[in-house]
């Protein structure tokens, strides 16, 4: 698309062999060939200064009407002005071929223009296949999660669960009166408990291929019931986990320590996988419930990171994510440096009482 006949027979002897070429001498003929063409075009060549629209108003009518995003185009022009090209650029140029031509270039940019273009395209739409796979498979996964909340052997599981974890959070809120009583403080801050949502049942369940069944829930899900215990220091969470353990009918089945080491992004919460009793009209069992002992600190941090990890098309996610890292750094030093503190008070305060 150039008003000017040298131009377009020079670039039309350099490209035939290898292109169809149609031309157009001005704006409004460019435009009518694109609406032609559309489907069949591979690149176009545009000049910025040509009669009735120019270049830049051929740019933003493709934009407009979506052109841009399925055709690359790369501005001839004898301009050099980089506020031209960033012009250019910015309303979606996707190459600049200088004016006087040189065959091997021009040749070169259009062939490596159209690879890329056609390579980002491709990439899309796998993209956009993936997400529909997603949404498909989502579908299946909410479809399969109503079918189990209506089946009634596992709305008893999910009792038998919600069961398991007020047993622990009992005896928890038992230690934290005692620890009241004697030592006039409290070993942990809140409790918060969570049961897994069909849904999440279901897509891990299938992820990991096991049966969806009752008996198989049972047998290899170890997170359907959770327990988060927030503690005001890291030896009050070491304390209580150990307190928890030695209780009568609780088995340790695992321990994972990320505290003393903390996963790469900087995460850090000690999790221990329990087997608890329940005691129901006609018999007692045994429930697996997984218990996480974090500090505040540590939990608020887990919680804007749980943020960051679930949403999409967050600006900068690299920098947040090394930003969130040199937190949790902080945090331990912070969390230590409380605790020394809290042990001088308390040294001082025995240290006074034997005074007396």
Request: net charge negative; with cysteine; glycine share 4%.
């Amino acid at each position: 698309m150039d008003d000017v006949d040298l131009n377009r027979d020079l670039l039309r002897n350099m490209l035939e062999d290898d292109y169809l070429i149609e031309i157009a001498e001005d704006g409004e003929k460019a435009l009518e060939k694109l609406r032609e063409y559309t489907d069949r075009i591979a690149a176009v060549l545009l000049d910025l200064q040509m009669p009735n629209k120019d270049g830049f108003a051929v740019i933003r009518e493709m934009k407009k009407s979506g052109m841009l995003q399925k055709i690359p185009v790369l501005i001839v022009s004898s301009e050099h002005a980089i506020e031209v090209e960033s012009q250019c650029l910015a309303l979606g140029a996707a190459d600049f071929i200088h004016k006087p031509f040189e065959s091997s270039i021009v040749q070169n940019r259009i062939r490596n223009t159209i690879e890329l273009f056609n390579g980002k395209n491709r990439l899309e739409q796998k993209v956009e296949e993936q997400e529909e796979a997603l949404r498909k498979q989502d579908r299946i996964i909410q479809l399969q999660a109503e079918k189990l909340q209506e089946a009634e052997p596992f709305n008893r599981l999910m009792m038998e669960y919600r069961a398991a974890i007020m047993g622990v959070e009992n005896r928890l809120r038992v230690l934290n009166e005692e620890f009241s009583l004697e030592y006039n403080r409290n070993p942990f801050e809140s409790i918060k408990s969570r049961l897994k949502t069909p849904a999440s049942i279901y897509e891990k369940m299938s992820r990991k291929g096991y049966p969806v069944t009752v008996e198989s829930i049972r047998e290899n899900l170890k997170d359907v019931a959770g327990v988060r215990v927030i503690c005001s220091f890291p030896d009050d969470i070491y304390q209580l986990a150990e307190l928890l353990v030695k209780q009568d009918n609780i088995t340790l089945l695992g321990r994972k320590d990320y505290i003393k080491s903390p996963k790469t992004n900087g995460y850090r919460s000690l999790h221990l996988i329990l087997n608890v009793p329940i005691f129901l009209s006609n018999e007692k069992k045994y429930m697996k419930v997984e218990v996480q002992f974090r500090t505040i600190a540590m939990d608020f941090w887990a919680s804007l990171e749980h943020k960051l990890k679930y949403k999409k098309d967050i600006d900068n996610a690299e920098e947040i994510v090394g930003l969130l890292k040199n937190c949790a750094d902080s945090i331990v030093m912070l969390d230590y440096q409380m605790q020394e503190i809290r042990d001088k008070i308390e040294s001082s305060k025995e240290n006074k009482r034997r005074e007396i």
